[in-house]
Every structure is written in C-alpha cells, then in structure tokens.
C-alpha cells in the first residue's frame, strides 16, 4: 500500500518553531515531486510549498515565503518542512501531497 505520513505537528507558540515531516510508504519519494498544503478551519486550503524530485526547484507561497524551508532527504525518503516565526494564522492541518496521493495530516496549532 503506497501511502504518505506526516509528523511533526503540535502546540507552539507565536513565534516559535517546528519542522515538520513527510515520509513515504510503498514508493521511492525521490522520483515524485512533493507538495505541502494547509487547511485551516473554516477556510480553503492553502499551497504552502513543494520540492523537486532531485531537490534543487523549491518554490513557496507569499503566505510563508521567508519563514518556512522545504527539504528533502531522498536516502530517509522523507520532506520536511521547517517553520519559523510562527503565527497564529498558521494554525491548520498540514498534508503533504505527491505521486496524486494526500497524507491523513498533522496538526499545528499556534497559540499562547
């Protein structure tokens, strides 16, 4: 069964840092381009950023340009996220997405 998982997520404070982590089960990650995506309650869902197969294109969203490093380690077969200065706004699940296949999500909740 080809499925991805993300982790990371939790409680943290404005301002504070997580990193969060896809991994993938069944496939190789590094053939597949990857994508972070955010849903917050009540509202759309949000392009965060997404990542070659190789790793060398990055490309973010206005909402977290600045603040947010997509990476990739094609030996774990894993893409993180890393979150800086984080705002309440962020709060949201977080998927990653590739090979049209959406992980169950991870949730961050920004509060103090």
């Known amino acids: 069964q080809v499925q991805l998982v993300e982790s990371g997520g939790g409680l943290v404070q404005p301002g504070g840092s997580l990193t969060l982590s896809c991994a993938a089960r069944?496939?190789?990650?590094?053939?597949?381009?990857i994508t972070w995506v955010r849903q917050a309650p009540g509202k759309g869902q949000d392009w965060l950023s997404n990542i070659s197969p190789n790793g060398v294109y990055k490309n973010y969203g206005d909402s977290v340009k600045g603040r947010f490093t997509i990476s990739r380690d094609n030996v774990k077969n894993t893409v993180s996220l890393q979150m800086h200065d984080l705002k309440p706004e962020d709060t949201a699940v977080y998927y990653c997405?590739?090979?049209?296949?959406r992980g169950q999500g991870t949730e961050v909740t920004v509060s103090s």
């Open positions: 069944g496939f190789i990650l590094s053939d597949y381009l």
């Open positions: 997405e590739g090979r049209g296949i």
